[in-house]
């Protein structure tokens, strides 16, 4: 890119401090035609808890307890409520560093292409709706998808929050 006459600003932002009730890490690279790369002021606006975007009356629950459930999936619930109590977020299958869970008053991991994160309330635990998850990604109420759930959590895993493409526009305005 420099080759060719640009000048590249590189960040990496955190879409949570874009307002986006999710953590969700991604870098962007401003390429301008101009002698020095420009400075892109990064967002800072207040983290949004994932229990601004959670329905607790929908979605299908189930017990917790229950034949067939997975051990590890029992073992991130127990530690979940050791750490959270009885109502938390937890990821329903995967490794890293939230396997405990997630408190509802803070923001989302990263919302991923396959239904990953799962609502634990008492005795139950259900997977978060697609509406919840296009609300985790920023996206307005009446944002359409297909109506397979999975094709979906697809689109939206891939998608980049629309709060941290504003800001990024803004940010790219203000330096230009």
């Keep these: 890119?420099?080759?060719?006459?640009?000048?590249?600003?590189p960040v990496i932002w955190d879409?949570?401090?874009?307002g986006v009730p999710q953590h969700r890490q991604r870098?962007?690279?401003?390429?301008?035609?101009?002698k020095h790369p420009i400075e892109l002021v990064a967002p800072n606006a207040a983290h949004r808890p994932?229990?601004?975007?959670?329905?607790?009356?929908?979605?299908?629950?189930?017990?917790?307890e229950r034949p067939g459930r997975s051990p590890k999936t029992l073992a991130r619930v127990r530690a979940g409520r050791r750490q959270f109590g009885d109502?938390?977020?937890?990821?329903?299958?995967?490794?890293g560093s939230?396997?405990?869970?997630?408190?509802?008053?803070?923001?989302?991991?990263?919302?991923t292409t396959r239904a990953r994160w799962a609502l634990v309330d008492g005795d139950h635990m259900r997977m978060l709706t697609t509406a919840e998850n296009c609300a985790g990604m920023?996206?307005?109420?009446?944002?359409r998808l297909p109506d397979n759930q999975a094709l979906?959590?697809?689109?939206?895993?891939?998608?980049?929050?629309p709060p941290m493409a504003a800001y990024a526009i803004d940010a790219i305005r203000k330096a230009a």
């Design 1 to 9: 890119m420099n080759a060719l006459g640009y000048a590249l600003s």
């Design 15 to 18: 879409a949570a401090d874009c």
């Design 27 to 34: 870098i962007l690279i401003a390429a301008t035609r101009s």
């Design 138 to 143: 920023g996206f307005p109420n009446d944002y």
């Design 50 to 64: 994932i229990r601004d975007v959670i329905d607790f009356d929908a979605g299908n629950w189930s017990l917790i």
């Design 152 to 161: 979906a959590l697809h689109m939206l895993g891939n998608a980049n929050p």
């Design 87 to 95: 109502r938390f977020v937890m990821p329903y299958y995967g490794s």
């Design 98 to 111: 939230s396997l405990t869970g997630r408190s509802l008053d803070r923001p989302l991991g990263t919302i």
